[in-house]
């Protein structure tokens, strides 16, 4: 059984950062891509990164670009977002996604797997 399971959120100041994981099981990296998202209340899904399955293409959204970086480590079956120079307006639960294929994207409706969330606050 496929699943994801995202860790590492919570709240931070302003300026600091955070690093998410996206734990993978039942499936290997090697075949699917992951993608990053978030969803603050009110507002539509936006995608922030994508990692290839072989990772070694990545994708960023303008609004995170430059402060968010994307990783994976295939022997924990792990990816992470790293992300940096945080701002309120990054506040969201924050979901990584899975889509078998090399490519990725930030489009939210090519991936068929999803985790729970975690929760990002970020507040002085």
């Known amino acids: 059984q496929l699943q994801l399971v995202e860790s590492g959120g919570g709240l931070v100041q302003p300026g600091g950062s955070l690093r998410l994981s996206c734990a993978a099981s039942?499936?290997?990296?090697?075949?699917?891509?992951i993608g990053w998202f978030r969803q603050a209340p009110g507002k539509d899904r936006e995608g922030l990164s994508c990692?290839?399955?072989?990772?070694?293409?990545?994708v960023f959204a303008d609004s995170v670009k430059g402060r968010f970086s994307i990783s994976r480590d295939v022997a924990k079956n792990t990816v992470y977002l790293q992300m940096n120079s945080l701002k309120p307006e990054d506040t969201a639960t924050y979901y990584c996604?899975?889509?078998?294929?090399?490519?990725?994207?930030?489009?939210?409706?090519?991936?068929?797997?999803w985790g729970q969330g975690t929760q990002v606050t970020v507040s002085s």
């Open positions: 996604a899975a889509t078998v294929g090399h490519y990725c994207s930030n489009y939210d409706y090519e991936y068929d797997n």
């Open positions: 039942g499936f290997t990296l090697d075949y699917y891509a």
């Open positions: 990692i290839s399955s072989a990772g070694g293409s990545t």
